[in-house]
């Protein structure tokens, strides 16, 4: 079973530092795209920034310049720098990943969701 833990969310006050990290683990070949979502209170679930294999990146027109996206020093782990928080960062965070894993002698794709992690910024 396929499983992403996130870790590194808490408080922190305005224009304040963050660094969230998430791991894949279980039977998995490899992580192809990585990502980061994030849920507002009363709001939709929004993309935060992707990274692909070949190292990618992509990041959402509010988040440009302030955070960062970046494979992770273990194989398969995703990080999220983010600098200058705002008090509307606050949400919960969410690491995404499509993986790749063979079931059957059969190469499959999959997508895999974590838990989820809470940021709180403070004015």
């Known amino acids: 079973q396929v499983q992403l833990v996130e870790s590194g969310g808490g408080l922190v006050q305005a224009g304040g530092s963050l660094r969230l990290s998430c791991a894949a683990s279980?039977?998995?070949?490899?992580?192809?795209?990585m990502a980061w979502y994030r849920q507002a209170p009363g709001k939709q679930r929004e993309l935060v920034a992707t990274i692909t294999s070949g190292g990618s990146t992509n990041y959402a027109d509010s988040m440009k310049g302030r955070f960062t996206i970046f494979s992770g020093n273990a194989k398969n782990t995703v990080d999220l720098q983010m600098n200058s928080l705002k008090p509307e960062d606050t949400a919960v965070y969410y690491c995404?990943?499509?993986?790749?894993?063979?079931?059957?002698?059969?190469?499959?794709?999959?997508?895999?969701w974590g838990q989820g992690t809470l940021v709180t910024v403070s004015s």
């Open positions: 995404n990943a499509e993986v790749s894993f063979y079931n059957n002698g059969y190469l499959r794709y999959l997508e895999v």
């Open positions: 279980g039977s998995i070949l490899r992580t192809n795209t």
